[in-house]
């Protein structure tokens, strides 16, 4: 057993993880430490009879434990609230009815898909604790409305050959405008990105490190991009590549194993993808997304360039990508001489 003094609870009990992965324990509760608020100890357990001797001299507040436990060693344990690690997503019936236990009912276990990031948890944890519906829980006000913002899960692709379209500022809007009802990633897959003037306080970690550990075969995607995320508007995002040679060298294959680890290893129903032109495998990327939005200019050498496009489409055999691409028109913003979309 190991013990992390940190103010993190209301006095209730201790916060308590068992679990025989002792890689993700780790990586999880590094994380809770610095997402969870209140006043607190964290305990760390591997053997589930340490843990029972433990809960019977102690009182446990909330409880993470992990599924490869029996079930009938695990109801010995007393806990105030009990949430399941789980290696797969399930449904959540208490958070789809509001429910939450009371002192003196029957504690039953709340399934956590343990593969998603830690602010994810704490918000499902949170929920339970003040009997309010996990989804209540995270629910944001206020934003800007897009029309025809999708209402599906998966990859949502920008794209245009048209520069300085506004079609960044658009990419960020659109995710935060979803993020009101999912959650929602936002990647910036640009040569020359301009992160640092779009998220000026995002974290040091960037798309080349989240690449890097999905090359290592990472066992705890959804806690290792936990640490690397910053938050804008509910919206999550990785900051983008510092280097264009090395967004460059990332292969179609690389891009299509990240894209597959996030949707089906971490908590995100969507991912929006800002694409830039170097980008490898561009086309089957376009093709893996269920919707792209093309921004576009009313000026001569822009319709030219996205005539030229979709030819290009079309004849490499991609002609499938303009049936769901939205186009969207770009305006230029009175008085700045920066542009600005509008539904098209």
């Known amino acids: 057993m190991s013990v992390v003094k940190k103010d993190v609870g209301s006095g209730s009990g201790h916060f308590v993880i068992c679990d ?34 433990f809960a ?17 060693q695990r ?41 998603q990031p830690a602010d994810q948890i704490v918000k499902i944890i949170l929920g339970y604790q003040t009997c309010v519906p996990a989804e209540q829980a995270g629910k944001k006000k206020g934003g800007v409305r897009i029309r025809d913002a999708p209402d599906f899960m998966g990859l949502i692709g920008v794209y245009s050959p048209v520069h300085r379209a506004g079609k960044t500022k658009f990419a960020i809007r659109l995710g935060k405008q979803l993020a009101l009802k ?24 960037d798309l080349g490190d989240l690449i890097y550990y999905v090359r290592q075969e990472i066992t705890d995607p959804g806690i290792r991009i936990s640490a690397m995320t910053g938050q804008a508007g509910g919206m999550d995002y990785i900051m983008p590549m510092k280097n264009e040679c090395d967004l460059r060298g990332v292969t179609k294959e690389e891009w299509m194993l990240l894209f597959d680890t996030i949707l089906e290893k971490c908590i995100y129903d969507v991912v929006i993808l800002d694409l830039g032109d170097c980008i490898s495998g561009l086309y089957d990327i376009l093709r893996r997304c269920g919707r792209v939005y093309t921004h576009y200019l009313e000026e001569g050498a822009a319709r030219a360039k996205i005539s030229q496009y979709e030819e290009n ?26 542009r600005s979309e509008s539904a098209g």
């Open 182 to 205: 999912r959650s929602v990633l936002y990647l910036n897959m640009e040569g020359y990105s301009g992160g640092r003037f779009y998220f000026p306080d995002g974290p040091e970690y």
């Open 20 to 53: 025989l992965q002792e890689e993700y324990t780790e990586n999880l509760l590094k994380a809770l430490r610095e997402k969870f608020p209140g006043d607190c100890q964290f305990y760390l357990f591997r053997n589930i009879e340490r843990l029972k001797a």
């Open 313 to 338: 489409l079309r004849a490499a055999g991609y002609g499938d990508i303009l049936s769901k691409t939205v186009k969207k028109k770009a305006g230029r913003t009175r008085n700045t001489g920066e």
């Open 75 to 115: 109801e010995e344990i007393p806990a105030a609230e009990k949430f399941l690690l789980t290696g797969e997503r399930l449904p959540d019936k208490a958070a789809a009815t509001g429910s939450c236990s009371l002192p003196g009912e029957n504690v039953t276990e709340q399934p956590v898909f343990r593969y």
């Open 56 to 72: 019977m001299e102690n009182p446990v507040g909330i409880l993470l434990i992990g599924e490869e436990y029996p079930a009938g």
